[in-house]
């Protein structure tokens, strides 16, 4: 597979070649924020992540569970906590008193924003963000047979729980090759491939295909982005106002 997949090109027509980052590409997204970054605005931001499961979807889906749970470790490694970040999963869309759950969501949204603005106090807003969340907001999912119910639980990625036993999340072909949970390289560093760091054994001649499949390399994700890019800040223009601008 490996051998055969291709490639596409700028117009999403698959070609033989595999295709590689353009560099200035990765740098321009991460530095403008089009990468999503966990600190900078998000760190100072009410977020409810309320989401439909469609990872069981015949044919895949591109809204997998596993995003939400991107979203959460950048927070947490940006900032040390992802206290402004709750996830509900499997709850219905409408605004009836059959169908409660958006229409809550919605209130408890407001509470947490009126609780933000009435407060005067001189503690950055990162921190009135974490202190206004209502008490009554928290992680949860839906079991949604005849007899319906609420799970209030964290929600994680892995693990043993109710939620994750109804709405299991599965990995991307980047994790399994090795990317962090955070999935924010665009471009990984390059380093030949280790006989080692696959959990099975390969023959001599199964090894060199290996090596001539990757022959420039697998990923290291140890080193970040190859780009050596970082975020460069909120309310960025791309022009014609010069406020700003960033390019």
Same mark, same amino acid.
């Given at each position: 597979?490996?051998?055969?997949?291709?490639?596409?090109?700028?117009?999403?027509?698959?070609?033989?070649?595999?295709?590689?980052?353009?560099?200035?590409?990765?740098?321009?997204?991460?530095?403008?924020?089009?990468?999503?970054?966990?600190?900078?605005?998000?760190?100072?931001?009410?977020?409810?992540?309320?989401?439909?499961?469609?990872?069981?979807?015949?044919?895949?889906?591109?809204?997998?569970?596993?995003?939400?749970?991107?979203?959460?470790?950048?927070?947490?490694?940006?900032?040390?906590?992802?206290?402004?970040?709750?996830?509900?999963?499997?709850?219905?869309?409408?605004?009836?008193?059959?169908?409660?759950?958006?229409?809550?969501?919605?209130?408890?949204?407001?509470?947490?924003?009126?609780?933000?603005? #009435? !407060?005067? =106090?001189?503690?950055?807003?990162?921190?009135?963000? $974490?202190?206004?969340? %209502? *008490?009554?907001?928290?992680?949860?999912?839906?079991?949604?047979?005849?007899?319906?119910?609420?799970?209030?639980?964290?929600?994680?990625?892995?693990?043993?729980?109710?939620?994750?036993?109804?709405?299991?999340?599965?990995?991307?072909?980047?994790?399994?090759?090795?990317?962090?949970?955070?999935?924010?390289?665009?471009?990984?560093?390059?380093?030949?491939?280790?006989?080692?760091?696959?959990?099975?054994?390969?023959?001599?001649?199964?090894?060199?295909?290996?090596?001539?499949?990757?022959?420039?390399?697998?990923?290291?994700?140890?080193? #970040? !982005?190859? =780009?050596?890019?970082?975020?460069?800040?909120?309310? $960025?223009?791309?022009? %014609? *106002?010069?406020?700003?601008?960033?390019?």
């Amino acid at each position: 597979m490996n051998r055969d997949i291709g490639g596409f090109d700028r117009d999403l027509n698959h070609v033989p070649e595999r295709h590689q980052a353009d560099i200035e590409a990765a740098r321009s997204a991460i530095e403008s924020g089009r990468i999503l970054d966990g600190g900078a605005g998000l760190a100072a931001t009410p977020v409810i992540d309320y989401r439909s499961y469609m990872d069981a979807r015949e044919g895949g889906d591109i809204h997998m569970i596993v995003h939400q749970y991107s979203t959460r470790q950048r927070l947490i490694e940006a900032n040390g906590h992802a206290d402004n970040h709750v996830m509900q999963v499997g709850g219905r869309w409408g605004y009836t008193e059959a169908e409660p759950d958006l229409g809550n969501l919605f209130s408890e949204m407001d509470r947490w924003l009126m609780g933000i603005k #009435g !407060d005067f =106090s001189d503690s950055e807003l990162a921190a009135k963000v $974490k202190n206004h969340k %209502p *008490s009554t907001l928290d992680d949860a999912c839906w079991q949604n047979d005849d007899d319906r119910s609420k799970i209030d639980e964290l929600q994680t990625y892995s693990g043993v729980s109710d939620c994750n036993n109804l709405y299991p999340a599965y990995s991307t072909p980047r994790q399994v090759a090795g990317s962090p949970l955070a999935n924010d390289i665009v471009a990984c560093e390059l380093r030949p491939p280790g006989r080692f760091d696959y959990a099975v054994q390969f023959s001599e001649q199964e090894f060199a295909e290996l090596r001539e499949i990757f022959s420039a390399g697998v990923c290291d994700w140890s080193q #970040g !982005d190859r =780009s050596g890019a970082s975020h460069q800040g909120v309310w $960025k223009s791309f022009g %014609p *106002s010069p406020i700003n601008q960033l390019y």
